[in-house]
């Protein structure tokens, strides 16, 4: 189905009907065009019904006041004098009751349209996001995108509700009532009518305008208030770090504050549209009522005709309010949308080739082939990088900040495109195969890992969806964090919190490695997995890292040089280019940037230590001692808390 739907700056209204026509009439579902013809026909039933209403008001009235056509003998004009105003005030509600349950019949029938229409465009939105490219998201706030990706599916509903549950119907009133002034009163009833209408539409429209860039101040600072709180209460533990959080509430209240003037302003300037749409109106209904009672007093018309103008004219400022808040809602929902189907609209940075086939990893090599690649144009960062990988091999890359480390591994996982080069995994160019299959053969445990607010099984088996509890249970085995989830409360079905911050850093990489362990990649990519963690935890994620890497084409981004001791090879990178490569010994044994980089962290490790030594030989004298419950009491004796 075609995707790309767009509404320009100016809220182009037949745009973005046109976009959703495809999801309010889908080719794909016969049962949602019936209940869109089914609907049409309610809705022409009931308008019918609507027309009608005025009619019955004025014969009841009529036959109140005697000025209908009456039977000759005395009787009979005795039993029509009776039954007929009752038999029309009972047309009357009878009409108004058929027009009120079609309206509910027809909205109800129509509601599963409007709905499916919401949800496959939502569905659409949202998957296309995470198909837009890294760079995108980085450059944007995810509290804003929620935001945009909220309002725009409220939008979708109110257009898709409005056009076809009250533009039209409105449109079919306005005409039936034009015809029936004709027919039932002159022309000049008509004039009157319809230059009220223009006089309406033409008001509201310029007014709704006006109140269009109130409402974009509005959501340029709804949505900058709510990115300020998801910022701020993502980095809550910061906050607290610093005591900032009187600056972070003064922070979102100034957003909240420019949020308050535009509401402010929008709510006076509908004010302002009301009461001009009630003047404009009231004067119409006014110069039709005087023209009616011109004609009574001449003979020409009724006192029911003056009830049925007046019942006429009231029913038509309702189609006509109507129009007015359709108009001031599509218009705004337009606006609300515009963001929305311009993340739609936009082109996925990397893309799979027309027939891309899927990657085959029979071996899991890798090589990187006079790779250059900047994410600015005027500052480069890899500059003909080329090295390999053997199948089965662990290959690490150090180098100090800003080399190109983690470019590397975002350029394999194809996160970007290569400027120039090749990255090839068995011979094959990564660009010439299915992104899925791609990222299906490599297996990430990064530097920072963030988990899912849902529990521990959950986060586990999101490495491989369809595996089974006990395979998941024995992944978590392999990567030593069985242990502690069977000692929690709820076991496997933990929660983790925001981000995992229930868990402690360890705790998050291990389950990384267990849901990386499920995954069973070919291929293994280590981006400074450790780098986070105290020595204690390193050695443990270290042992489990081993275990997952055996047998397994592993590339390591390392930080902490004394996790990488035992790989086949290392890269030194400087400057986004190659400066030493080798093993630790031979490159120890040449002296250049890697052992200078060698013996700075254990420089840092070993006062590191010294200085831990110090504070526990000064805090020595000062500790009391383990208490121990008297004997013979039961009670186990007490030892000092283990320092975490």
């Not at 509401?263 to 023209?291: E, H, P």
């Not at 808040?325 to 027309?354: C, H, N, S, W």
């Not at 030194?572 to 010994?585: D, P, S, W, Y």
């Amino acid at each position: 189905m075609k995707r790309e739907i767009s509404a320009g700056k100016s809220g182009s209204l037949l745009k973005t009907i046109v976009g959703l026509w495809p999801y309010i009439w889908p080719s794909d579902r016969r049962d949602l065009k019936v209940r869109v013809m089914i609907a049409m026909v309610l809705l022409l039933v009931a308008k019918l019904a609507t027309i009608a209403v005025p009619f019955t008001f004025k014969w009841a009235v009529d036959a109140l006041t005697g000025q209908n056509a009456t039977p000759a003998d005395a009787s009979a004009w005795l039993v029509w004098a009776l039954a007929a105003p009752i038999l029309m005030t009972i047309a009357y509600g009878g009409s108004r009751i058929l027009m009120a349950v079609l309206t509910q019949v027809r909205d109800g029938i129509f509601a599963k349209v409007s709905m499916h229409a919401v949800r496959r465009l939502a569905f659409m939105v949202f998957e296309h996001m995470h198909q837009l490219s890294l760079r995108y998201h980085l450059e944007r706030k995810t509290g804003g995108l929620t935001r945009i990706l909220e309002r725009g599916r409220n939008a979708i509903e109110t257009i898709v509700r409005m056009v076809i549950l009250q533009a039209v119907p409105t449109v079919i009133e306005l005409a039936l009532i034009v015809g029936v002034l004709l027919y039932q009163f002159d022309w000049r009833y008509v004039v009157v009518v319809v230059v009220t209408v223009i006089g309406y539409t033409g008001f509201t429209y310029f007014a709704t305008e006006w109140r269009i860039g109130i409402r974009r101040r509005m959501n340029d600072s709804d949505t900058d208030a709510n990115v300020k709180a998801v910022d701020s209460l993502l980095n809550y533990e910061t906050v607290k770090y610093f005591s900032a959080e009187e600056r972070e509430a003064k922070r979102y209240d100034r957003s909240m504050e420019r949020y308050e003037q535009a509401s402010v302003q929008s709510y006076v300037s509908l004010a302002v549209l009301n009461a001009g749409q009630a003047t404009i109106f009231t004067i119409g209904l006014a110069v039709c009522m005087v023209m009616c009672v011109m004609g009574i007093q001449e003979g020409r018309n009724t006192v029911g005709d003056f009830v049925m103008i007046n019942a006429m004219m009231i029913q038509l400022y309702q189609p006509l309010n109507f129009m007015g808040m359709v108009y001031r809602e599509i218009k705004q929902a337009v606006i609300d949308i515009e963001t929305m189907f311009g993340i739609l609209a936009r082109k996925p940075e990397i893309e799979d080739r027309p027939g891309a086939p899927p990657l085959k990893v029979p071996d899991g090599a890798i090589q990187f082939e006079n790779v250059h690649f900047a994410y600015d144009a005027e500052r480069p960062i890899l500059k003909g990088l080329s090295f390999s990988v053997p199948a089965g091999k662990t290959v690490a890359i150090v180098g100090p900040s800003g080399a190109g480390k983690s470019t590397v591994s975002r350029l394999l996982y194809r996160f970007y495109e290569v400027r120039s080069g090749r990255i090839l995994i068995d011979g094959q160019d990564i660009r010439d195969v299915t992104q899925t299959s791609l990222r299906a053969a490599i297996g990430m445990v990064p530097q920072d890992t963030v988990l899912f607010n849902d529990t521990i099984r959950y986060n586990i088996r999101y490495g491989r969806w369809d595996a089974t509890d006990a395979e998941v249970e024995e992944a978590a085995c392999l990567a030593q964090i069985d242990g502690f989830i069977r000692m929690s409360p709820k076991g496997y079905e933990t929660e983790v919190g925001e981000r995992g911050l229930k868990l402690s850093g360890g705790e998050k990489q291990r389950v990384a490695i267990a849901r990386t362990i499920l995954k069973a990649p070919p291929i293994l990519l280590l981006d400074e997995a450790t780098s986070a963690l105290d020595s204690h935890t390193e050695r443990e994620i270290q042992d489990a890292l081993e275990r997952v890497s055996k047998n397994r084409t592993t590339l390591v981004i390392a930080h902490r040089l004394s996790t990488i001791v035992g790989a086949d090879e290392i890269i030194v990178l400087n400057e986004g280019m190659i400066a030493e490569r080798g093993t630790h010994q031979v490159l120890l044994a040449k002296g250049g940037l890697y052992a200078s980089l060698w013996n700075r962290q254990r420089e840092a490790e070993a006062a590191r230590e010294k200085l831990a030594m110090v504070e526990d030989a000064l805090s020595a004298p000062n500790r009391n001692p383990p208490s121990v419950e008297e004997p013979g009491n039961g009670a186990p004796a007490m030892r000092p808390a283990a320092a975490e």
